[in-house]
């Protein structure tokens, strides 16, 4: 575990030098991707497990020589069913969010989870999914079971989940349980709530946002710029109106008094803030040029018992140096502002940087004008090969969800 403060979650910036953070190691989901369904999955290819798994190696290994201890969605969830002994309970939540009818094919999965002796195991298989070859019922007693079609799978795989950025954030010393976009997605945040509810080290850990609730969010698009202040996108993923229930959730019970709101534009290519945005220094943000003309920051603060909504109207540089009550920042534009350069840059995740300390930072290594800049302007840049990884649509910061950063 991280240095002893008291609480095991510990985010107050986005760039204090990281101490603990979750990742999940690529599995035989990316196995169950294929052609005809990507879209349902939120892919645009397939990529190579193999090749995937050496780039996620690669980059736990960048984490953990810089001091990072690395902890494993999967072990962690393997941990809290074996601790609170709710691995039946698990698998009745699970199975329940499936989309799969009560009958034969639905005991007969729900039988294969239970047997597995191997707690680890049986979460990876909840992750891969289920195909229709693999369960086999000899009597079908409903029609639900009776019926059949081209759809290959009885239980969808969760491809994304190498991207743990997402179904949970961690803010300050609490957590948001994530409402995500889309259902296939969704069924990734009961990793997080029985992390969150029996993990020994974490079940303590208050909450900001519950996974039942009716708006989207995703972490993604929330920012920690400091410890009174939050950046969160308004996106594809994320919903206005979950911005306005977070802010009203950590306002008055937590240091947090402001919440800046960017509304970026709503489509796959800016699918969340920090594909866009992130920070990287003190005084350093990169930025994919592309949002910046019709960027629009609102700001939300406490009133009373609800919020105030005001429009900040002046340069993004302004807003985020009164934010950080410092005198300037610099924006290092993704491509260096090139416009083909820059889209190109973006797509492969450019702007979405993972920082280790203040001024260190991890990045894949095919975003080179970028890179290149980010060092000429005094940042550490850890390289590693993400041309696999980067096929879901998500980089370094996309790949990791801190629990344990140094104030600054």
Same mark, same amino acid.
């Given at each position: ?21 979750i ?11 294929v ?22 190696? =690669? ?11 690395? @902890? ?16 039946e ?47 086999? $019922?000899?009597? *079908?007693v ?85 410890? !009174? ?5 308004? *996106? ?5 109106? *979950?911005?306005e ?23 796959? !290519?800016?699918?969340? @803030? ?5 920070? $990287? ?8 040029? =592309?949002?910046?003309?019709?960027l ?7 009133d ?26 610099? @924006? ?5 502002g ?21 001024g ?18 005094g ?30």
């Amino acid at each position: 575990m991280a240095a002893n403060t008291g609480q095991a979650v510990n985010i107050f910036s986005e760039i204090g030098k990281l101490k603990q953070v979750i990742v999940h190691r690529p599995g035989r989901e990316l196995e169950n991707l294929v052609p005809d369904y990507l879209d349902r999955l939120l892919f645009d290819d397939i990529p190579f497990l193999e090749a995937a798994q050496k780039e996620h190696d =690669e980059f736990a290994k960048i984490l953990e020589d810089n001091g990072v201890e690395v @902890l494993y969605l999967e072990r962690l969830v393997t941990e809290a069913l074996d601790a609170a002994d709710v691995k039946e309970q698990f698998v009745d939540e699970w199975l329940a969010e499936t989309g799969l009818a009560k009958g034969a094919t639905y005991e007969a999965i729900r039988q294969d989870l239970l047997n597995y002796d191997d707690t680890f195991e049986m979460v990876l298989k909840t992750m891969e999914g289920y195909t229709k070859t693999e369960v086999e $019922v000899s009597d *079908s007693v409903s029609l639900a079971d009776s019926i059949s079609g081209d759809y290959p799978f009885l239980v969808d795989p969760m491809p994304n989940l190498y991207f743990t950025r997402d179904p949970f954030a961690t803010i300050g010393n609490g957590v948001s349980i994530n409402h995500m976009y889309a259902e296939t997605r969704n069924r990734e945040t009961l990793y997080g709530k029985y992390i969150f509810d029996f993990h020994p080290n974490f079940k303590d850990t208050e909450t900001y946002y519950k996974r039942d609730a009716e708006t989207r969010i995703e972490g993604g698009d929330i920012l920690i710029l400091s410890e !009174k202040t939050l950046a969160i996108g308004i *996106s594809q993923r994320t919903d206005a109106r *979950s911005i306005e229930t977070l802010a009203k959730n950590i306002f008055g019970t937590t240091s947090y008094d402001e919440v800046l709101a960017f509304s970026i534009a709503e489509n796959r !290519k800016f699918m969340h @803030l920090d594909t866009v945005f992130t920070m $990287v220094d003190y005084d350093k943000f990169t930025i994919h040029p =592309e949002i910046e003309g019709d960027l629009q920051v609102f700001s939300v603060t406490k009133d009373g018992e609800g919020v105030k909504i005001e429009e900040k109207v002046d340069t993004l540089e302004n807003i985020l140096a009164e934010a950080l009550e410092i005198e300037k920042v610099e @924006l290092i534009r993704c491509g260096g502002g090139d416009p083909v350069i820059a889209a190109r840059e973006q797509w492969n995740d450019g702007s979405n940087t993972l920082t280790i300390a203040p001024g260190v930072v991890i990045v894949y290594n095919r975003n080179t004008v970028t890179n290149k800049l980010l060092r000429e302007a005094g940042i550490t840049v850890h390289e590693f090969d993400g041309s696999e990884l980067v096929r879901g649509r998500g980089g370094p910061r996309c790949m990791s969800m801190p629990v344990y950063r140094e104030n600054i």
